[in-house]
C-alpha cells in the first residue's frame, strides 16, 4: 500500500520556523521526484517546492524561495522542507507529492498556521 505520511505541522509565530517532514512507503522512493504543495484557506493548490529524484535539482516558487529548503533522505524514505522566517500568509495544508512516469501519489496533508 502506497503511503505518503506528512508531520511537523502546527502553530508557528510569524518569523518563526519549523520543519515539515514526509515518510513514503509502499514504492521505490528514491526514484521518485517529490514536492511540497499547499492550500490556504479558501484558494486552490500552489506548487511550493519540488526536489528530483537525486537531489540534485531543486526548484522554488517565487513566494517563498530563500526562505524555505527542501531536501530529501533516501535512506529515511523522507522529505523535509525547512520553513524559515514565516508570514501569515504561509498558513495553509501542506501536502507531499510523489511522482515516476504516470504514477502521482499524494499525502493527506498537514496544517500550518503563522499567527501570533
Known amino acids: 500500500e502506497v503511503q505518503l505520511v506528512e508531520s511537523g505541522g502546527g502553530l508557528v509565530q510569524p518569523g518563526g520556523s519549523t520543519r515539515l517532514s514526509c515518510v513514503a512507503s509502499?514504492?521505490?522512493?528514491?526514484?521518485?521526484?517529490m514536492s511540497w504543495v499547499r492550500q490556504a484557506p479558501g484558494k486552490g493548490l500552489e506548487w511550493v517546492s519540488g526536489i528530483s529524484s537525486t537531489g540534485a535539482g531543486t526548484n522554488y516558487a517565487d513566494s517563498v524561495k530563500g526562505r524555505f529548503t527542501i531536501s530529501r533522505d533516501d535512506a529515511k524514505n523522507t522529505v523535509y522542507l525547512q520553513m524559515n522566517s514565516l508570514k501569515p500568509e504561509d498558513t495553509a495544508v501542506y501536502y507531499c507529492?510523489?511522482?515516476?512516469?504516470?504514477?502521482?501519489?499524494w499525502g493527506q496533508g498537514t496544517q500550518v498556521t503563522v499567527s501570533s
Open positions: 507529492n510523489a511522482r515516476f512516469v504516470k504514477n502521482n501519489y
Open positions: 509502499g514504492f521505490t522512493f528514491r526514484t521518485y521526484a
